[in-house]
């Protein structure tokens, strides 16, 4: 099964037997946690090349995965605010656009990985949970070109996105997350993708 299936149907399991695993839950969770997320949708923001009949400058297939550290949760409005550390890797499908090179806009298609550290401050107010993140990652795009050859450029940037989860119980959540990663496919590529994920995480 490819990546592309094996990741999604992960998710949708872990998703169908958190509720079963209520009962057996750990009623004192600590503060270590991990998740994994399909990204339905990466926006990369590239340009075609004129002519480019099967250009699709957005990724379908992308994903994320992260263990992270929960510091104490603060009291705050009604609420608590919850301050975490994580790290995080990132994997951005294939997507179909033009590249800047040396020799002008080619078509290609380029694919990304990436790990990285981010803060987190989330903010929870019964079983909902806002939350912002930033960070810094460390990047490597790959493109290979229609007409023959490719590049691979690593970079070191920022990143950044906003989330909210629902917590199922006390150790399991649901997540739906926007994350901005920054990548470079070639030396005159460089571009910021935007990730959208579904997924879900578990508090040990």
């Known amino acids: 099964m490819s990546f592309k299936l094996r990741f999604p149907a992960a998710l949708l399991a872990l998703a169908a037997i958190a509720p079963l695993h209520a009962s057996a839950a750990d009623p004192t969770p600590g503060p270590i946690y991990m998740g994994a997320s399909y990204?339905?949708?990466a926006s990369t923001g590239l340009d075609c090349v004129p002519g480019q009949s099967d250009c699709d400058k957005s990724?379908?297939?992308?994903?994320?995965?992260?263990?992270?550290?929960?510091?104490d949760a603060l009291p705050f409005q009604g609420g608590v605010a919850l301050p975490s550390i994580e790290?995080?890797?990132?994997?951005?499908?294939?997507?179909?656009?033009g590249f800047d090179t040396g020799a002008g806009k080619t078509a290609g298609r380029g694919k990304f990985t990436g790990l990285g550290m981010q803060g987190v401050l989330g903010y929870q107010f019964d079983a909902f949970?806002?939350?912002?993140?930033?960070?810094?990652?460390?990047?490597?795009?790959?493109?290979?070109?229609?007409?023959?050859?490719?590049?691979?450029?690593?970079?070191?940037?920022?990143?950044?996105g906003i989330g909210a989860a629902y917590a199922l119980n006390?150790?399991?959540?649901?997540?739906?997350?926007?994350?901005?990663?920054?990548v470079k496919y070639s030396n005159k590529q460089t571009t910021k993708v935007d990730m959208f994920s579904l997924g879900a995480s578990y508090r040990f």
């Open 170 to 182: 006390q150790n399991w959540s649901l997540h739906l997350d926007w994350d901005r990663v920054p």
């Open 87 to 97: 790290l995080v890797g990132y994997m951005g499908g294939e997507v179909k656009s």
């Open 129 to 160: 949970t806002l939350s912002g993140r930033a960070g810094a990652a460390y990047t490597q795009g790959k493109v290979d070109y229609l007409g023959g050859g490719s590049d691979k450029k690593s970079k070191i940037g920022l990143t950044y």
């Open 39 to 41: 990204g339905f949708r």
């Open 59 to 71: 990724s379908k297939r992308n994903g994320k995965a992260y263990v992270g550290y929960s510091f």
